[in-house]
Nanobody, 123 residues
Framework: QVQLVESGGGLVQAGGSLRLSCAASGRTFGNYVMGWFRQAPGKEREFVAAISRKAFMTDYADSVKGRFTISRDNAKNTVYLQMNSLKPDDTAVYYC????????????????WGQGTQVTVSS
């Protein structure tokens, strides 16, 4: 069992930056692939980024590639999402999630979810 708690969301102007954090409980954090998803009002939840267990591999949605960076610190049981050059289209609730397998972007592959943190980008 893994419990996830996101933080770091907020209101930022277009072009600005935010850093999201997701703290995990338990001593098995390093066993999980970690991902970030987001859901904008009226839209389906979508994949944003993922990082493998030891951070050897990362994966990004095309819409955020080059602007967002996912990282993790297994000693701190925390995964991060650094978001730069934010756009109004990035406005959404951002969720972190944990999966047992690498390489599947669908949210059905993720077993554990945080409660989400709101990111709002003003134009």
């Amino acid at each position: 069992q893994v419990q996830l708690v996101e933080s770091g969301g907020g209101l930022v102007q277009a072009g600005g930056s935010l850093r999201l954090s997701c703290a995990a409980s338990g001593r098995t954090f390093g066993n999980y692939v970690m991902g970030w998803f987001r859901q904008a009002p009226g839209k389906e939840r979508e994949f944003v980024a993922a990082i493998s267990r030891k951070a050897f591999m990362t994966d990004y949605a095309d819409s955020v590639k080059g602007r967002f960076t996912i990282s993790r610190d297994n000693a701190k049981n925390t995964v991060y999402l650094q978001m730069n050059s934010l756009k109004p289209d990035d406005t959404a609730v951002y969720y972190c999630a944990a999966a047992s397998a690498w390489g599947i972007r669908g949210d059905h592959a993720y077993n554990y979810w945080g409660q989400g943190t709101q990111v709002t980008v003003s134009s």
